[in-house]
């Protein structure tokens, strides 16, 4: 098995993948995400893992997963495995797994959408997408997207699920028409217009549509058929963290369907 050192091709073009999303492959380097590859048969094109770390049997067994499913494994250093690593609590592996193949007719058995609006930081994404994935059958559409589906921050923050979820990075427009054409009742999340998220009872298909952290909603969404949402605010704030108030709502409308 080949041994990578830091100045290889294949690391460069690694660490490039790690800094700018490609539109077909995700960096992976935690472990529950790597966990997720054998799992879910992800499509896993390169593994690689530190030879320089005794390994947990555990571990060792995952080892041993990616790299009868991985198309090409290698090894590499520890200090080649700094030089990559995003965090500092990963265990020497890295994969680079293909990203799959989402569109809108991913999106067509899903009642329950929920869309996130020219979002900019992968943090708010990532536990938006965590709540989806913890209340299970739902889909997203990045509208406008900022940061695209396949980034390698977005993966770790998310754990995975942004590879788990349905998932279209979509214009403003093809989003809407999408959703209208195909029935959904559009709730726009907004600081304190409209009723109380209490007050819906969100039957049938939905789409909840959460804003940018800077601008909030796109202001063309207010000119098609809609709902407004808002969450009670009791302190001197008037809105919450966009990926707090987006898991509020997409419980809340959950819990009801």
Aim: hydrophobic share 35%; proline share 4%.
């Amino acid at each position: 098995m080949q041994k990578l050192a830091k100045n290889n091709p294949i690391i460069k073009d690694i660490k490039e993948l790690q800094k700018k999303a490609s539109n077909d492959l995700v960096y992976i380097d935690d472990l529950s995400t790597l966990k997720l590859i054998p799992k879910y048969n992800l499509e896993l094109k390169t593994f690689i893992y530190c030879d320089e770390i005794t390994y947990h049997i555990d571990t060792q067994e995952l080892i041993e997963k990616l790299t009868s499913k991985a198309t090409n494994t290698y090894t590499i250093s520890k200090s080649t495995f700094e030089y990559l690593r995003q965090k500092e609590n990963t265990v020497g592996l890295i994969a680079v797994v293909k990203y799959p193949n989402f569109n809108f007719n991913s999106l067509k058995n899903k009642e329950f959408i929920v869309v996130c609006d020219r979002l900019e930081i992968p943090g708010n994404i990532g536990t938006i997408y965590r709540t989806m994935d913890a209340v299970g059958k739902l889909g997203m559409i990045l509208v406008d997207a900022v940061v695209k589906p396949q980034s390698a921050k977005l993966t770790l923050a998310s754990r995975g699920c942004n590879l788990l979820i349905p998932t279209v990075s979509t214009s403003y427009s093809e989003a809407q028409n999408w959703l209208l054409d195909n029935g959904y009742t559009i709730y726009l999340g907004e600081p304190n217009l409209g009723k109380s998220y209490k007050e819906y009872d969100y039957n049938g298909k939905i789409a909840i549509v959460v804003g940018s952290e800077r601008f909030g909603i796109n202001q063309e969404w207010y000119n098609n058929p809609h709902q407004k949402v808002y969450i009670p605010m009791c302190g001197s704030n008037n809105s919450l963290n966009v990926s707090v108030a987006a898991s509020i709502l997409i419980y809340e409308a959950a819990l009801k369907k």
